[in-house]
């Protein structure tokens, strides 16, 4: 009799172990394919012989702006997660016992944190505003 290489139960565990695998090939493949995009154009550019000021000027409508205060709301999520998390640990609900509850207050963590998150940008925009 053959046996199978794999249960039928294996298989979710088995896409659960390929899911983050294949989000960091797609997160490398993403960014070789926006550095050769970046090379093409100022490849281009050089080819067309633009001057210096043009070249840098379309170079720069290309990048985004690096938001100064993505790191703050990062931050300030994940503290939000971890307090919802802590909340949840010494009122002994797990995942398990209770999941709805569990991921209710993961949510409401997730969003007092953005909320934080967004009144302190407020009022640091507020004070670079002023200077």
């Known amino acids: 009799m053959i046996t199978s290489l794999f249960l039928y139960s294996d298989v979710p565990a088995i896409l659960a172990m390929l899911i983050p695998i294949v989000a960091i090939v797609m997160v490398f493949l993403m960014t070789i394919k926006k550095n050769n995009g970046d090379r093409d154009v100022r490849k281009m550019l050089i080819e067309k012989g633009i001057d210096k000021e043009t070249a840098g000027a379309i170079l720069k409508e290309n990048k985004k702006e690096k938001d100064p205060y993505a790191t703050l709301r990062t931050g300030l999520l994940l503290i939000g997660i971890g307090i919802a998390a802590a909340c949840c640990h010494l009122g002994g609900v797990t995942p398990r016992n209770d ?26 925009r507020r004070k670079d505003q002023e200077k």
């Open 99 to 124: 999941h709805m509850f569990y991921w209710l207050m993961i949510a409401l963590g997730c969003g007092a944190g953005l909320l934080v998150s967004f009144i302190v940008e407020t009022l640091l």
